[in-house]
Nanobody, 119 residues
Framework: QVQLVESGGGLVQPGGSLRLSCETS????????MGWYRQAPGKQRELVAAITSRGNTNYADSVKGRFTISRDNANSRVYLEMNSLKPEDTAMYYCNSHRSTPLNEYDYWGQGTQVTVSS
């Protein structure tokens, strides 16, 4: 069973920073695109940022210039560095691993970590 273990959420004031971390198996990490999604109460889950196995990145417009996704290949971890946090960034953040093949799509999810931006 694939496990994604997240850490790093918490309460931070507007303008502050947090770093989320997600660890998974080396097999998954080496071939899957890793991403961070978030879901606020009453809203749909949305993609925040993703990074392919080759290091190509993609960001939601709302976080461009503030968030940075990176991967540590030696330790099979993906990070989300979040700066200049705003109250609207408050959500449950989920780590995701994704892979598409001609026949199937594979998605695995972490348990989520809460990020609250409030004064």
């Amino acid at each position: 069973q694939v496990q994604l273990v997240e850490s790093g959420g918490g309460l931070v004031q507007p303008g502050g920073s947090l770093r989320l971390s997600c660890e998974t198996s080396r097999t998954i990490f080496s071939i899957y695109t890793m991403g961070w999604y978030r879901q606020a109460p009453g809203k749909q889950r949305e993609l925040v940022a993703a990074i392919t196995s080759r290091g190509n990145t993609n960001y939601a417009d709302s976080v461009k210039g503030r968030f940075t996704i990176s991967r540590d290949n030696a330790n099979s971890r993906v990070y989300l560095e979040m700066n200049s946090l705003k109250p609207e960034d408050t959500a449950m953040y989920y780590c995701n691993s994704h892979r598409s093949t001609p026949l199937n799509e594979y998605d695995y999810w972490g348990q989520g970590t809460q990020v609250t931006v409030s004064s």
